[in-house]
């Protein structure tokens, strides 16, 4: 059997699609895996052992994008029209995807037609449909019952964890001698996700006293970087940065050994989902019902009523209380504090 996964969103999408992946291996464990991102993807699919092979598209944000990329996604669709797969899933619900889906050639192709309606011609060129509507689910699930309706038999449940498996991950030299650290991620290329950088600081300094030292993670965004050095500045040493220069193997070799991350809602929260790393999740302009931490010991924090505080942006309405007792809090019931 050989299945073919098309998905060209965004990183943290890419890794949530791994709890399926696992399942359709469980009950193929001889089938052919393939799955297509968008590059830059590909990386946070390192640590699943149960896909075969990552292809790359072109790159979500349009600015990234050269004349040329057509003749690389034309390699992209022979290679894969030459794999002759039998099931081919479109999950990005994007016209790339599904044109990916179509050249396939697969004798199965499948999409999902309840959460956002499709329109008459691309159903033509879909032979399975899922009807889960997927509003205000996990976007886990809505890949897995995606995948599961359109198969012969049901994937299994639960659904399983994400997947970023320890020893496929990378050592980051910086941080080989630490033993009890915090993992931080203060920095997204949203606004609307960004929280205050003065009350990142205050949350450094309270949790220095309950740790050794703390990591901060960030992406290669210059604005990211630059708030990263701003908060080792403050640190007295005991503050480190990646400056947005590991590798997703690196940054999980880091959460598989942290006692604990805070971040906002990133490709980074979702790492530290699946290498099962205590979560304190902050959200601001994104839904937790369908972006919240997949099943790892986690707290999301949201901001208080705007009736409590009408004239303050929601990123004022969190403060830095909040986060911390929800990092005393999952500290305490694993015995750590």
């Known amino acids: ?44 699919l390192a640590g699943c052992p149960d896909i075969d092979r990552v292809l790359t598209a072109a790159a979500p944000e349009k600015n990234n994008r050269r004349p040329w990329n057509w003749a690389a996604d034309f390699g992209l669709a022979a290679a894969i029209r030459r794999e002759r ?59 897995y019952y995606t995948v599961s309706d359109c198969l012969p038999d049901p994937l299994p449940l639960p659904i399983p964890s994400l997947s970023f498996a320890r020893d496929r991950t ?24 960004r929280w205050p950088e003065q009350r990142w600081s205050d949350l450094c300094a309270k949790l220095l006293e309950r740790f050794p030292a703390i990591v901060l993670s960030c992406g290669p965004d210059s604005e990211e970087v630059r708030l990263c050095v701003s908060l080792c500045s403050s640190g007295s040493g005991r503050i ?49 019902a369908e972006w919240a931490p997949w099943k790892t010991r986690h707290t999301v924090i949201q901001p208080e009523s705007a009736n409590e505080e009408p004239r303050r942006s929601p990123p004022e309405r969190i403060s830095v209380n909040m986060v911390l007792q929800a990092c005393d809090n999952l500290l305490r019931d694993e015995g750590r504090a």
């Open 170 to 193: 990378r050592p980051w030299a910086p941080a080989d001698n630490l033993t009890r650290f915090a993992v931080l991620h203060p920095g997204t290329r949203w606004s609307i996700k």
């Open 1 to 44: 059997m050989k299945f073919l996964f098309v998905k060209l969103k965004h990183i943290g999408d890419s890794l949530l699609l791994t709890p399926t992946i696992r399942s359709v291996r469980a009950i193929y464990p001889q089938a052919k895996i393939w799955v297509v991102v968008r590059r830059g993807c590909q990386g946070i």
């Open 85 to 143: 797969f039998d099931y081919a899933f479109e999950l990005g619900d994007g016209d790339r995807g599904r044109w990916l889906t179509l050249i396939s050639g697969a004798r199965h192709r499948c999409a999902n037609a309840a959460g956002r309606p499709l329109h008459w011609w691309w159903k033509r060129t879909f032979t399975d449909f899922s009807e889960f509507w997927w509003y205000k689910s996990h976007q886990v699930e809505k890949d």
């Open 240 to 288: 480190i940065s990646t400056f947005g220069k590991t590798s997703w193997a690196q940054l999980a070799g880091l959460l598989h050994r942290a006692s604990l991350f805070v971040g906002v809602d990133t490709a980074a929260m979702h790492l530290a989902a699946a290498c099962s790393c205590p979560t304190v999740a902050l959200f601001m302009g994104s839904s937790p």
